[in-house]
Nanobody, 124 residues
Framework: VQLQASGGGLVQPGGSLRLSCAAS????????MGWFRQAPGKEREFVAA????????YFADSVKARFIISRDNAKNTVYLQMNSLKPEDTAVYYC??????????????????WGQGTQVTVSS
């Protein structure tokens, strides 16, 4: 599967952005989908993940109650709605797909496919 992330940009603190990740190929609903981010000089970190049917989702503590992850299997797309953005949310955001449907993982190394990343900058 190939993943294409989009929707990043420059936003003021307190603002919102919605990231999209479009998947090509078959059987999008055969993947757990996740979002990760990497800020300059920092390691990649988990942001959010969602099960194949959208019934289960997990969030990093730093984004809980501010970010929402969702998916539309008919459109082969996963979304990350980001609200109340903070400067510390500034990073390149990556979407990823995991073919292991047994559980939703927050561990990046367990994901099989990665998108190219989209830059999110939160600044006044």
């Amino acid at each position: 599967v190939q993943l294409q992330a989009s929707g990043g940009g420059l936003v003021q603190p307190g603002g919102s952005l919605r990231l999209s990740c479009a998947a090509s190929g078959r059987n999008f609903d055969s993947y757990v989908m996740g979002w990760f981010r990497q800020a300059p000089g920092k390691e990649r970190e988990f942001v959010a993940a969602i099960s194949w049917n959208g019934g289960t989702s997990y969030f990093a503590d730093s984004v809980k109650a501010r970010f929402i992850i969702s998916r539309d299997n008919a459109k082969n797309t996963v979304y990350l709605q980001m609200n109340s953005l903070k400067p510390e949310d500034t990073a390149v955001y990556y979407c990823a797909a995991d073919s292991n449907l047994q559980y939703v993982t927050v561990v990046g190394d367990q994901y099989d496919y990665w998108g190219q990343g989209t830059q999110v900058t939160v600044s006044s």
